[in-house]
T-cell receptor, first 116, second 112 residues
Framework: DGGITQSPKYLFRKEGQNVTLSCEQN?????MYWYRQDPGQGLRLIYY???????QKGDIAEGYSVSREKKESFPLTVTSAQKNPTAFYLC???????????????FGAGTRLSVL | GNSVTQMEGPVTLSEEAFLTINCTYT??????LFWYVQYPGEGLQLLLK?????DKGSNKGFEATYRKETTSFHLEKGSVQVSDSAVYFC???????????FGPGTRLSVLP
């Protein structure tokens, strides 16, 4: 079955520690996205990538970093510079970033990050 | 820039009641419009879509019509079930590639 896999489902971070959230897709999509969702809130875009080896900052990129070395993979690192990392993180992908229905985003099940 | 506005929640209904969740948008050109649903602790799932004016998207008893004259895409269901309790997000995608915009979400609770 095609889809987007996020791991782990739950993650705990100690103060000063960097943690990496995994996102893998087998949909052959070019574009991938990371969102942050706080309790009772909507989605905020952290980073997105429209093609391998290229990515762009979203609305709240500070304290986060990404890489896109393979089409299937778009890992997100939450660095120690992110002072309030507790949130639900959602990864998504779309056929491309060229607009219209090609932008339909398909989501993973999410990773819940908490601070110890 | 592009934006999506949704009615504030939470919305609480009894089972078998009629549901409307309002959504209006601001965008240049002719965006595609979507409704997503998020069940507790899960990611978002695409519920339905419409790509041009007067299109009606429908799925699982839900439907929404793309109204360009009122820039709206209201979600409706004739008879809700307890299992419909979730957060519903309206979204748009413009035709220029850079924007996929989500509304703030509306939480629906259906009571037995």
């Amino acid at each position: 079955d095609g889809g987007i896999t996020q791991s782990p489902k739950y993650l705990f971070r100690k103060e000063g520690q960097n943690v990496t959230l995994s996102c893998e897709q087998n949909l052959n999509h070019d574009a991938m996205y990371w969102y942050r969702q706080d309790p009772g809130q909507g989605l905020r875009l952290i980073y997105y990538s429209q093609i391998v080896n290229d990515f762009q900052k979203g609305d709240i990129a500070e304290g986060y970093s990404v890489s896109r070395e393979k089409k299937e993979s778009f890992p997100l690192t939450v660095t120690s510079a992110q002072k309030n990392p507790t949130a639900f993180y959602l990864c998504a992908s779309s056929i491309s970033g060229t607009g219209g229905i090609k932008n339909i985003q398909y989501f993973g099940a999410g990773t819940r990050l908490s601070v110890l | 820039g592009n934006s999506v506005t949704q009615m504030e929640g939470p919305v609480t209904l009894s089972e078998e009641a009629f549901l409307t969740i309002n959504c209006t948008y601001t965008a240049t050109g002719y965006p595609s419009l979507f409704w997503y649903v998020q069940y507790p602790g899960e990611g978002l799932q695409l519920l339905l879509k419409a790509t041009k004016a007067d299109d009606k998207g429908s799925n699982k008893g839900f439907e929404a019509t793309y109204r360009k004259e009122t820039t709206s895409f209201h979600l409706e269901k004739g008879s809700v079930q307890v299992s419909d309790s979730a957060v519903y997000f309206c979204a748009l995608s413009d035709n220029y590639g850079q924007n996929f915009v989500f509304g703030p979400g509306t939480r629906l609770s259906v009571l037995p």
